[in-house]
């Protein structure tokens, strides 16, 4: 079953930019499309971004418009999250996932899958 492994977490200062990684162990992405979403503590996990497919440009949730981009190294096999302007309201765990190119344009996490284990990541202000 392939695994996706997310690293880059850590603590920041507000403005700050970090790159997230998810390295996949085989090529999932070659048959989908890789996203991610988050989870603060006491809250449900939300969308943050999913990659384009064919014409569309990548999703994003509003609160990252802007500042967050989703990008891929397919040598590697690796999905990056490049956030820019980092917030306080940024802190969460961060989920790599994928979802298939049919579902392209739900940002439902039950439309997504199969997920990392995540990365933490603290924005203090």
């Known amino acids: 079953q392939v695994q996706l492994v997310e690293s880059g977490g850590g603590f920041v200062q507000a403005g700050d930019s970090v790159r997230l990684s998810c390295a996949a162990s085989g090529r999932i992405f070659d048959d989908s499309l890789p996203g991610w979403f988050r989870q603060a503590p006491g809250k449900e996990r939300e969308f943050v971004a999913v990659?384009?497919?064919?014409?569309?440009?990548?999703l994003y949730a509003d609160s990252v418009k802007g500042r967050f981009t989703i990008s891929r190294d397919d040598a590697k096999n690796t999905v990056y999250l490049q956030m820019n302007s980092l917030k306080p309201e940024d802190t969460a765990l961060y989920f790599c996932t994928t979802t298939s190119f049919s579902t392209f344009g739900s940002t439902a996490a039950r439309g997504f899958g199969p997920w990392g284990q995540g990365t933490q990541f603290i924005v203090s202000s």
């Open positions: 990659e384009g497919w064919r014409d569309s440009s990548p």
